[in-house]
């Protein structure tokens, strides 16, 4: 069965166990094409995920202008495109040398509550500046101390959503500190 006759059942019909056939076909050129742009197996990963779940949803806006395999490589390339972009802390690294010096600072240690309070108001506009809903579920995590189940049933999530959930709202609130001001 070709690909645009799974896309018609899956779509018209609501063969949805058909998806599989489609996952099947496509999750290794999604994740190769995934780690071409990430470098990273476990961060290819979860964009492949978060692109199946996406061609999953937007399976019915496929019009069949085009071959369905060049269809999903644009939605991947897009998409891992726009995670690229985003994502500032692989900017920030890749403009750091590879070898820092760490011989040009100072070994004092300021022990006045000047460094700590900078730090707090640093973290205070960090945490503005990333999306509300990563602040959200960083709340809940740190100031509330719910658990992940807990979170859970708060947010109507599974466990390994909450988890990547908060990984990434933790890298992203890493990202914004290290160009906060």
């Not at 644009?74 to 070898?99: D, F, G, I, Q, W």
Request: a positive charge.
């Amino acid at each position: 069965m070709t690909n645009e006759a799974l896309v018609s059942r899956i779509v018209d019909h609501k063969e949805v166990h058909l998806f599989e056939l489609l996952y099947e076909r496509f999750s290794h050129h999604v994740y190769n094409k995934c780690y071409s742009f990430v470098k990273n197996e476990d961060e290819a990963k979860d964009l492949a995920q978060d692109i199946f779940l996406k061609l999953y949803l937007k399976l019915p806006s496929f019009e069949g202008k085009s071959k369905f395999s060049t269809w999903i490589y644009s939605l991947t390339y897009n998409h891992c495109v726009n995670y690229v972009n985003r994502n500032a802390k692989r900017k920030y690294e890749s403009r750091m040398p590879e070898t820092f010096d760490f011989g040009n600072y100072a070994e004092e240690i300021d022990d006045s509550n000047e460094f700590s309070e900078k730090s707090v108001i640093k973290l205070s506009n960090a945490l503005k500046d990333i999306p509300e809903n990563d602040r959200s579920i960083l709340e809940l995590k740190y100031q509330k101390n719910l658990s992940v189940k807990n979170i859970e049933s708060v947010l109507g999530i599974g466990g390994s959503a909450v988890k990547m959930r908060i990984k990434r709202a933790k890298e992203r609130l890493a990202c914004s500190y290290a160009l906060a001001v």
